[in-house]
T-cell receptor, first 114, second 115 residues
Framework: AQSVTQLDSHVSVSEGTPVLLRCNYSSSYSPSLFWYVQHPNKGLQLLLKYTSAATLVKGINGFEAEFKKSETSFHLTKPSAHMSDAAEYFCVVSPTGSARQLTFGSGTQLTVLP | KAGVTQTPRYLIKTRGQQVTLSCSPISGHRSVSWYQQTPGQGLQFLFEYFSETQRNKGNFPGRFSGRQFSNSRSEMNVSTLELGDSALYLC??????????????FGPGTRLTVL
Protein backbone atom coordinates (compact mmCIF):
# COMPACT_ATOMS: atom_id res chain seq x y z
CA ALA A 1 0.00 0.00 0.00
CA GLN A 2 1.14 3.51 -0.67
CA SER A 3 0.39 6.84 0.96
CA VAL A 4 1.56 10.42 1.02
CA THR A 5 1.58 12.88 3.89
CA GLN A 6 1.69 16.58 3.28
CA LEU A 7 3.08 18.01 6.45
CA ASP A 8 1.48 21.46 6.23
CA SER A 9 -2.13 22.15 5.39
CA HIS A 10 -1.44 25.88 4.95
CA VAL A 11 1.73 27.75 4.04
CA SER A 12 1.99 31.52 3.84
CA VAL A 13 4.93 33.35 2.23
CA SER A 14 5.65 36.86 1.07
CA GLU A 15 6.05 37.55 -2.62
CA GLY A 16 9.68 37.14 -3.64
CA THR A 17 10.59 34.79 -0.79
CA PRO A 18 11.27 31.03 -1.12
CA VAL A 19 8.53 28.42 -1.07
CA LEU A 20 8.85 25.02 0.64
CA LEU A 21 5.97 22.54 0.58
CA ARG A 22 6.74 19.29 2.37
CA CYS A 23 5.72 15.77 1.39
CA ASN A 24 6.62 12.37 2.81
CA TYR A 25 5.62 9.18 1.08
CA SER A 26 5.22 5.53 1.91
CA SER A 27 5.31 2.86 -0.76
CA SER A 28 6.07 -0.83 -0.96
CA TYR A 29 7.59 -0.37 -4.39
CA SER A 30 9.81 2.20 -6.02
CA PRO A 31 7.17 4.83 -6.52
CA SER A 32 6.55 7.47 -9.10
CA LEU A 33 5.87 10.79 -7.43
CA PHE A 34 4.14 13.86 -8.74
CA TRP A 35 3.22 17.36 -7.67
CA TYR A 36 -0.01 18.82 -9.01
CA VAL A 37 -1.40 22.32 -8.54
CA GLN A 38 -5.07 23.31 -8.42
CA HIS A 39 -6.16 26.89 -8.84
CA PRO A 40 -9.66 27.87 -7.65
CA ASN A 41 -12.42 26.35 -9.75
CA LYS A 42 -9.89 24.71 -12.02
CA GLY A 43 -8.72 21.17 -12.62
CA LEU A 44 -5.34 19.80 -11.62
CA GLN A 45 -2.20 20.73 -13.49
CA LEU A 46 1.01 18.71 -13.35
CA LEU A 47 3.96 20.66 -11.98
CA LEU A 48 6.57 17.93 -12.12
CA LYS A 49 7.11 14.18 -11.77
CA TYR A 50 9.82 11.89 -10.43
CA THR A 51 10.46 8.77 -12.44
CA SER A 52 13.79 7.56 -10.96
CA ALA A 53 15.84 9.13 -13.73
CA ALA A 54 17.18 11.95 -11.54
CA THR A 55 16.61 12.80 -7.91
CA LEU A 56 16.31 16.55 -8.54
CA VAL A 57 13.33 17.21 -10.74
CA LYS A 58 12.61 20.52 -12.41
CA GLY A 59 9.07 21.45 -13.26
CA ILE A 60 7.10 24.30 -14.70
CA ASN A 61 6.98 27.87 -13.39
CA GLY A 62 10.31 27.58 -11.57
CA PHE A 63 9.29 24.77 -9.22
CA GLU A 64 11.53 21.85 -8.43
CA ALA A 65 11.49 18.87 -6.08
CA GLU A 66 14.13 16.55 -4.68
CA PHE A 67 13.53 12.84 -4.15
CA LYS A 68 15.27 11.62 -0.99
CA LYS A 69 14.84 7.89 -0.54
CA SER A 70 16.57 7.79 2.84
CA GLU A 71 14.10 10.35 4.18
CA THR A 72 11.13 9.14 2.05
CA SER A 73 10.54 12.75 1.14
CA PHE A 74 9.68 14.67 -2.01
CA HIS A 75 9.54 18.32 -1.00
CA LEU A 76 8.54 21.02 -3.49
CA THR A 77 10.51 24.27 -3.63
CA LYS A 78 10.63 27.52 -5.54
CA PRO A 79 13.28 30.21 -5.00
CA SER A 80 10.95 33.18 -5.29
CA ALA A 81 7.18 33.15 -4.86
CA HIS A 82 4.88 35.01 -7.20
CA MET A 83 1.33 36.10 -6.50
CA SER A 84 0.11 33.74 -9.22
CA ASP A 85 1.52 30.77 -7.25
CA ALA A 86 -1.31 31.05 -4.73
CA ALA A 87 -3.20 27.77 -5.08
CA GLU A 88 -3.56 24.32 -3.56
CA TYR A 89 -0.74 21.86 -4.12
CA PHE A 90 -1.02 18.08 -4.04
CA CYS A 91 1.73 15.53 -3.63
CA VAL A 92 0.78 12.31 -5.41
CA VAL A 93 2.17 8.78 -5.49
CA SER A 94 1.67 6.10 -8.09
CA PRO A 95 3.16 2.69 -7.33
CA THR A 96 4.88 0.76 -10.05
CA GLY A 97 2.40 -1.49 -11.82
CA SER A 98 -0.70 0.46 -10.89
CA ALA A 99 -0.48 3.08 -13.51
CA ARG A 100 -3.42 5.28 -12.89
CA GLN A 101 -4.64 4.62 -9.38
CA LEU A 102 -3.11 7.77 -8.00
CA THR A 103 -3.01 8.36 -4.26
CA PHE A 104 -3.22 12.04 -3.33
CA GLY A 105 -1.99 13.85 -0.28
CA SER A 106 -4.41 16.05 1.62
CA GLY A 107 -3.13 19.19 -0.07
CA THR A 108 -1.27 22.31 1.01
CA GLN A 109 -2.91 25.69 0.51
CA LEU A 110 -0.26 28.23 -0.46
CA THR A 111 -0.96 31.89 0.25
CA VAL A 112 1.34 34.54 -1.21
CA LEU A 113 1.29 37.87 0.58
CA PRO A 114 2.10 41.12 -1.24
CA LYS B 1 -4.66 19.79 -28.91
CA ALA B 2 -7.85 20.28 -26.95
CA GLY B 3 -7.67 19.31 -23.29
CA VAL B 4 -9.90 17.04 -21.29
CA THR B 5 -13.46 18.28 -21.30
CA GLN B 6 -16.17 17.51 -18.80
CA THR B 7 -19.87 18.20 -19.01
CA PRO B 8 -21.80 19.59 -17.36
CA ARG B 9 -19.62 21.87 -15.25
CA TYR B 10 -22.24 22.31 -12.55
CA LEU B 11 -25.15 20.13 -11.53
CA ILE B 12 -27.75 20.31 -8.80
CA LYS B 13 -29.74 17.22 -7.89
CA THR B 14 -31.91 16.06 -5.00
CA ARG B 15 -31.44 13.02 -2.80
CA GLY B 16 -32.55 9.79 -4.41
CA GLN B 17 -32.06 10.97 -7.96
CA GLN B 18 -29.41 9.65 -10.29
CA VAL B 19 -26.86 11.59 -12.32
CA THR B 20 -24.62 11.01 -15.32
CA LEU B 21 -21.40 12.91 -15.89
CA SER B 22 -19.45 12.94 -19.12
CA CYS B 23 -15.75 13.14 -19.91
CA SER B 24 -14.04 13.50 -23.27
CA PRO B 25 -10.32 12.68 -23.12
CA ILE B 26 -7.53 14.29 -25.07
CA SER B 27 -7.54 13.09 -28.65
CA GLY B 28 -5.60 9.84 -28.89
CA HIS B 29 -5.79 9.06 -25.20
CA ARG B 30 -7.38 5.72 -24.43
CA SER B 31 -7.42 5.67 -20.63
CA VAL B 32 -9.86 7.67 -18.54
CA SER B 33 -9.81 7.81 -14.75
CA TRP B 34 -12.34 9.36 -12.42
CA TYR B 35 -11.74 10.98 -9.04
CA GLN B 36 -13.98 12.45 -6.36
CA GLN B 37 -12.83 15.54 -4.48
CA THR B 38 -14.50 16.58 -1.22
CA PRO B 39 -13.31 18.85 1.60
CA GLY B 40 -13.47 16.01 4.10
CA GLN B 41 -11.99 13.10 2.15
CA GLY B 42 -9.81 14.94 -0.33
CA LEU B 43 -9.14 13.40 -3.73
CA GLN B 44 -10.09 9.76 -4.05
CA PHE B 45 -9.78 7.40 -7.00
CA LEU B 46 -13.08 6.04 -8.32
CA PHE B 47 -12.21 3.92 -11.34
CA GLU B 48 -10.24 3.74 -14.56
CA TYR B 49 -11.38 2.66 -18.01
CA PHE B 50 -9.25 1.54 -20.91
CA SER B 51 -10.54 0.20 -24.22
CA GLU B 52 -14.11 0.17 -22.90
CA THR B 53 -13.13 -2.03 -19.92
CA GLN B 54 -12.83 -1.11 -16.29
CA ARG B 55 -9.19 -1.71 -15.43
CA ASN B 56 -9.01 -0.43 -11.82
CA LYS B 57 -11.58 0.38 -9.19
CA GLY B 58 -11.38 2.35 -5.98
CA ASN B 59 -13.23 1.77 -2.75
CA PHE B 60 -16.66 3.21 -3.56
CA PRO B 61 -20.11 1.63 -3.29
CA GLY B 62 -21.83 0.06 -6.26
CA ARG B 63 -23.99 3.18 -6.69
CA PHE B 64 -20.99 4.60 -8.52
CA SER B 65 -20.51 3.12 -11.95
CA GLY B 66 -19.00 4.07 -15.23
CA ARG B 67 -18.48 3.09 -18.81
CA GLN B 68 -16.32 3.95 -21.75
CA PHE B 69 -17.30 4.15 -25.38
CA SER B 70 -15.35 3.11 -28.46
CA ASN B 71 -14.23 6.71 -29.01
CA SER B 72 -12.74 6.69 -25.47
CA ARG B 73 -15.33 9.10 -24.09
CA SER B 74 -16.42 8.06 -20.64
CA GLU B 75 -19.45 8.53 -18.46
CA MET B 76 -19.88 7.97 -14.78
CA ASN B 77 -23.22 7.41 -13.14
CA VAL B 78 -24.26 7.81 -9.54
CA SER B 79 -27.60 6.31 -8.56
CA THR B 80 -29.71 7.03 -5.49
CA LEU B 81 -27.84 10.19 -4.67
CA GLU B 82 -26.94 10.99 -1.07
CA LEU B 83 -26.00 14.32 0.45
CA GLY B 84 -22.44 13.04 0.87
CA ASP B 85 -22.09 12.64 -2.89
CA SER B 86 -21.80 16.40 -3.22
CA ALA B 87 -18.31 16.85 -4.61
CA LEU B 88 -16.13 17.92 -7.48
CA TYR B 89 -15.78 14.99 -9.88
CA LEU B 90 -12.60 15.08 -11.90
CA CYS B 91 -11.70 13.00 -14.87
CA UNK B 92 -8.21 12.48 -16.21
CA UNK B 93 -6.89 10.95 -19.39
CA UNK B 94 -3.63 9.40 -20.40
CA UNK B 95 -2.24 7.43 -23.30
CA UNK B 96 -3.07 4.07 -21.84
CA UNK B 97 0.22 2.36 -21.19
CA UNK B 98 0.69 0.74 -17.82
CA UNK B 99 3.72 2.83 -16.92
CA UNK B 100 3.20 4.58 -13.61
CA UNK B 101 5.13 7.53 -15.01
CA UNK B 102 2.48 8.36 -17.59
CA UNK B 103 1.07 11.79 -16.96
CA UNK B 104 -2.60 12.10 -16.22
CA UNK B 105 -4.19 15.22 -17.68
CA PHE B 106 -7.15 16.46 -15.72
CA GLY B 107 -10.33 18.15 -16.83
CA PRO B 108 -11.88 21.12 -15.01
CA GLY B 109 -14.34 18.91 -13.16
CA THR B 110 -18.09 18.71 -12.64
CA ARG B 111 -19.35 20.29 -9.42
CA LEU B 112 -22.26 18.15 -8.16
CA THR B 113 -24.48 19.49 -5.41
CA VAL B 114 -27.03 17.17 -3.83
CA LEU B 115 -29.88 18.85 -1.93
Amino acid sequence: AQSVTQLDSHVSVSEGTPVLLRCNYSSSYSPSLFWYVQHPNKGLQLLLKYTSAATLVKGINGFEAEFKKSETSFHLTKPSAHMSDAAEYFCVVSPTGSARQLTFGSGTQLTVLP
Amino acid sequence: KAGVTQTPRYLIKTRGQQVTLSCSPISGHRSVSWYQQTPGQGLQFLFEYFSETQRNKGNFPGRFSGRQFSNSRSEMNVSTLELGDSALYLCASTGGGRSSTDTQYFGPGTRLTVL
